[in-house]
């Protein structure tokens, strides 16, 4: 089983909607969680940390279940520019300062 | 701040021949990481060092690969000799240590190994 696991896509959505993905992850010791996007051909970068209370970024929010290991990502009032990668993101207490990236959700949105 | 700078963004190179990936990470960034990225195994850590030294190796996949941090502000990996494998986009990150912060990430060394 993989470390961390998200939905690879692609989902296709139109201009305005709202859209989620989720993540989980198999190690519980699991002490910090990020979304990073990534652009076609381009490096990550972060999007956002993800915090036990769930926190908000404008149109994302990000919410994390310790209990049951699962990270979301919501996104509303989907732009043409939200279209990337979105990779889950996991550091591990054990694992010193190593993060696990999931394989990434495509998001596509369209006009 | 320039960022995370990697040399060269992108290297061709024929099977059998050496190549060197270069990284200077964030001034005050006390640890650094090297990533390889393929669309089979998405991104995979190979190593990381803090303050220079190496803390785990155990993601370089065999001993063609070897990687060093000479200083704070430079560090390199090399795969001797490269096959066609090896081709995927290396990625270098660094980060400060603490806190619950991300890393910054390089914009990637693109590898062809033909």
């Known amino acids: 089983r993989k470390e961390v696991e998200q939905d690879p896509g692609p989902f296709n959505v139109p201009e305005g909607a709202t859209v989620a993905f989720n993540c989980t992850y198999s190690?519980?010791?699991?002490?910090?969680f990020f979304w990073y996007r990534q652009d076609c051909r381009k490096e990550p970068k972060l999007l956002m940390s993800?915090?036990?209370s769930g926190n908000e970024d404008g149109r994302f929010t990000a919410q994390l279940n310790r209990a049951s290991q699962y990270i979301s990502l919501l996104i509303r009032d989907s732009k043409l520019s939200d279209s990337a990668t979105y990779l889950c993101?996991?550091?591990?207490?054990?694992?010193?300062?190593?993060?696990?990236f999931g394989a990434g959700t495509i998001l596509r949105v369209k006009s | 701040d320039a960022g995370v700078i990697q040399s060269p963004r992108h290297e061709v190179t024929e099977m059998g021949q050496e190549v060197t990936l270069r990284c200077k990470p964030i001034?005050?960034?006390?640890?650094l990481f090297w990533y390889r990225q393929t669309m089979m195994r998405g991104l995979e850590l190979l190593i990381y060092?803090?303050?220079?030294?190496?803390?785990?190796d155990s993601g370089m996949p065999e001993d063609r690969f070897s990687a060093k941090m000479p200083n704070a502000s430079f560090s390199t990996l090399k795969i001797q000799p490269s096959e066609p494998r090896d081709s995927a986009v290396y990625f270098c990150?660094?980060?400060?240590?603490?806190?619950?912060?991300?890393?910054?990430f390089g914009s990637g060394t693109r590898l062809t190994v033909v």
């Open positions: 993800v915090y036990s």
């Open positions: 190690n519980s010791a699991s002490q910090s």
């Open positions: 993101v996991v550091k591990q207490r054990e694992y010193g300062n190593k993060l696990v």
């Open positions: 060092f803090n303050n220079n030294v190496p803390i785990d």
């Open positions: 001034s005050g960034h006390d640890y």
């Open positions: 990150a660094s980060r400060t240590g603490g806190g619950n912060y991300g890393y910054t």
